[in-house]
């Protein structure tokens, strides 16, 4: 079992490195999810999340979350296959392996966490957001 802090992470870096160990057969928990950041200017992203949740029919769906570790676990579902029937059994087995946490849960404490080399936001020279922040204005309007 692997433990990766999020903190500071690249979110989309860390998912593809995530999904390659969760389809190699590694069970991956990943802890502070809120801490975890997205490239780019803060308006930008924001509007896009905003036009993602105003294409859906509250009803009918999709629904999309707004929380910080449903969005980690939407992003590295998207990065595994899942479309095609012939990969589609070994993508969802996969993402079985993966589990998202907000901030460091009890039974995670003493564990050695892990991070992900090359998917650090300290060699960002762009704008960005955090995972936490992102959830925050999405829930005001």
Same mark, same amino acid.
Not at 41 to 47: D, E, G, K, P
């Given at each position: 079992m692997k433990v990766i802090d999020a903190t500071g992470l690249i979110l989309g870096r860390m998912a593809t490195r995530v999904a390659k160990m969760a389809l190699a057969g590694d069970d991956v928990k990943i802890v502070n999810c809120e801490k975890a950041v997205i490239s780019g200017? +803060?308006? *930008? %992203? *924001?509007?896009r999340w905003r036009q993602r949740k105003a294409r859906t029919d509250p009803f009918k769906g999709p629904f999309i979350s707004i929380l910080p570790d449903r969005i980690v676990r939407r992003t590295i579902y998207g990065m595994l296959p899942h479309k095609r /029937?012939?990969?589609k059994s070994r993508g969802i087995l996969a993402f079985k392996?993966?589990?998202c946490y907000i901030s460091v849960p009890? %039974?995670?404490k003493n +564990? /050695?966490?892990e991070t992900v080399q090359g998917a650090e936001s300290d060699r960002l020279k762009t704008e960005y957001i955090t995972i936490?922040? *992102?959830s925050q204005l999405l829930r005001t309007k």
């Open positions: 200017r +803060q308006n *930008l %992203i *924001l509007a /029937k012939t990969e392996h993966v589990m009890d %039974i995670l +564990q /050695k966490f936490g922040r *992102l």
